[in-house]
């Protein structure tokens, strides 16, 4: 337990555990205090009644750290390192991920999904949140609380990678009546995404996409990947693949068709809802993806692409490092 140091006479503070979420924290001492509603939790840390309670990209950040004099770390800290500005950093530049900071440090965070890309890119905005079955049985043994890790919470991550077990999703913050609650995570109240009978083949895809998710996402803290850039380490690879006729023509039949067949085990996720179920539309969805950007795109999309293409992280660094220099 933390000390309290008067700010909240006749409460305890509870500590960060590993891998926690932002939300995740301030449900646990929602829990631990015994308020009855969700508001009095968030009055008193927020200073208002419904401050802080997006699951995903929290506002009131300022005002929390100034009632907790900092215990839990800066707003900076808490935006880069507890909620999923942590996966959105990895794929945007230093002053998008500094704007979101400031957004989620005040009062309102009412178009930061507009400005990280979210709303527009056709995939889910609403982040379900997400747990493994697994890590609910073990954290309750070694901390005695059950709670949400960041790792889970990652767009394309639908596998527990330690476990390498499917994720349960909760729907509870996706009604209108419970999306202000806080809550941790019971069985009783996670249901099961994949539920084909043939869903072996579908796993190994999804624990081999989320393996490759927390790699990138951890290792560009520092610098981002540089998204205006991947189409010409496609190219490469698709040159290497004999998929490109020629200087500078593409088979787009084959590559449509390709990547279509990889695709195929992930549509019993309805976060992947969005990709296209026919040559064409596959087509035009790759032909974004293969030339300089004119605007933003869904890292989702370059996730799928760069796990068709190159299978795990150590491959798409090798073949990153060869045409992309590193920045300094």
């Not at 507009?114 to 901390?143: M, V, W, Y």
């Not at 490759?212 to 496609?234: F, R």
Request: with cysteine; proline share 5%.
């Amino acid at each position: 337990m933390l000390e309290t140091d008067g700010l909240f006479p006749g409460y305890q503070l509870l500590s960060w555990l590993p891998d926690e979420t932002f939300f995740s924290l301030i449900s646990r001492h929602h829990q631990l205090w015994g308020h009855v509603t969700a508001a009095q939790s968030s009055q008193l840390v927020f200073g208002s009644s419904r401050g802080g309670s997006h699951h995903d990209l929290p506002n009131s950040l300022g005002i929390f750290v100034q009632r907790t004099n900092a215990v839990f770390g800066e707003a900076d800290y808490i935006a880069r390192e507890r909620t999923l500005l942590k996966f959105y950093s990895a794929f945007v530049s230093k002053a998008e991920t500094d704007n979101a900071i400031a957004c989620m440090s005040s009062a309102s965070v009412a178009h930061l999904k507009l400005r990280l890309g979210i709303l527009t890119s056709r995939f889910r905005a609403n982040h379900p949140l997400k747990a493994c079955p697994h890590c609910i049985r073990q954290d309750l043994r070694e901390t005695g609380w059950a709670y949400w890790h960041l790792k889970h919470q990652f767009p394309g991550v639908w596998m527990c990678t330690t476990h390498q077990q499917p994720l349960l999703q909760s729907c509870l913050k996706a009604n209108g009546v419970e999306r202000f609650r806080w809550l941790l995570p019971h069985l009783s109240e996670l249901n099961p995404v994949n539920t084909k009978s043939d869903s072996a083949s579908s796993d190994s895809v999804l624990l081999g996409l989320s393996e490759l998710v927390e790699h990138l996402v951890w290792s560009k803290t520092d610098q981002p990947l540089q998204l205006g850039k991947l189409h010409e380490v496609y190219r490469q690879e698709l040159q290497n693949r004999g998929w490109i006729a020629g200087a500078v023509s593409l088979r787009p039949a084959q590559i449509a068709a390709a990547f279509l067949d990889y695709c195929e085990p992930l549509r019993c996720i309805p976060e992947f809802a969005a990709l296209a179920e026919d040559k064409a539309s596959m087509g035009q969805q790759l032909s974004r993806l293969l030339r300089p950007p004119r605007s933003g795109t869904h890292p989702l999309r370059h996730l799928l692409l760069i796990h068709w293409l190159f299978g795990d992280a150590p491959n798409f660094d090798r073949a990153i490092r060869l045409l992309i220099p590193i920045q300094n």
